[in-house]
């Protein structure tokens, strides 16, 4: 039985794959779990005695626990951004050329994880 999802292809594999991952999710992350969790990801703020290092890495922690959050990157990184304390938006402001969040997330990231590698 063990070695039957093996022999499997094309679209009988995507739809035993799919089964086995609704079984996984409805097992270890229930609707109450995912639901604290984007509430939380939601109300990220930057705490007074945290660095930007400490802050990014802490939501980028937070975002992996719920790793089919459904949150685009755009507003993920927002939600970052928008609870920054003010010496540490200033300074990314600075370094992004203004308005960070005209860049794509893709860049958006790829700055916020260099500035927060030198902190």
Not at 54 to 66: D, G, I, P, Q
Not at 67 to 83: G, V
Request: with cysteine; net charge neutral.
């Amino acid at each position: 039985m063990k070695a039957f999802s093996f022999s499997l292809d094309g679209a009988a594999k995507d739809w035993l794959y799919s089964r086995y991952e609704c079984m996984f999710l409805e097992k270890f992350f229930p609707t109450s779990k995912i639901a604290a969790i984007l509430k939380e990801i939601c109300g990220i703020h930057q705490h007074s005695w945290e660095n930007l290092h400490k802050y990014w890495e802490r939501f980028n922690k937070l975002c992996a626990t719920c790793p089919h959050h459904q949150i685009s990157e755009q507003l993920l990184l927002q939600y970052f951004y928008e609870w920054l304390l003010m010496m540490d938006r200033n300074m990314i402001n600075a370094e992004s050329g203004g308005a960070l969040m005209d860049k794509t997330p893709t860049a958006t990231r790829h700055l916020i994880s260099n500035m927060a590698s030198n902190t």
